[in-house]
């Protein structure tokens, strides 16, 4: 699975950004998408996650009603809508997929990222 960020930018706060993930290759067999993000020195963290089959939704708790996460299947697509952007939101925002494959031995797990796309929110 190969995974491509666009949408990044620079936004004034209380704007708003789209970001996009491509998603390539064995796209079948992912069963969760998300967003994580990095701050500069800070540990990355998980900003929004959606499951594959019923779309369910979980959201860091300091973007809940800003930040909207959703995806288009029939074109490998991941969406991440933010709104009301604040200058803490400011990191470099990475799309993460895990995938699940059956093998002889049982089921396997694997975790795949992209290479990151830059949002800076002005104070």
């Known amino acids: 699975v190969q995974l491509v960020e666009s949408g990044g930018g620079l936004v004034q706060a209380g704007g708003s950004l789209r970001l996009s993930c491509a998603a390539s290759?064995?796209?079948?067999?992912?069963?969760?998408m998300g967003w994580y993000r990095q701050a500069p020195g800070k540990q990355r963290e998980l900003v929004a996650i959606i499951t594959s089959g019923d779309n369910s939704t979980n959201y860091k708790d300091s973007v809940k009603g800003r930040f909207a996460i959703s995806r288009d299947n029939a074109k490998n697509m991941m969406y991440l809508q933010m709104n009301s952007l604040k200058p803490e939101d400011t990191a470099v925002y990475y799309c993460?997929?895990?995938?699940?494959?059956?093998?002889?031995?049982?089921?396997?797990?694997?975790?795949?990222w992209g290479q990151g796309t830059q949002v800076t929110v002005s104070s």
């Open positions: 993460y997929a895990m995938s699940t494959i059956a093998t002889v031995t049982g089921r396997r797990s694997y975790n795949y």
């Open positions: 290759g064995s796209t079948f067999s992912i069963n969760k």
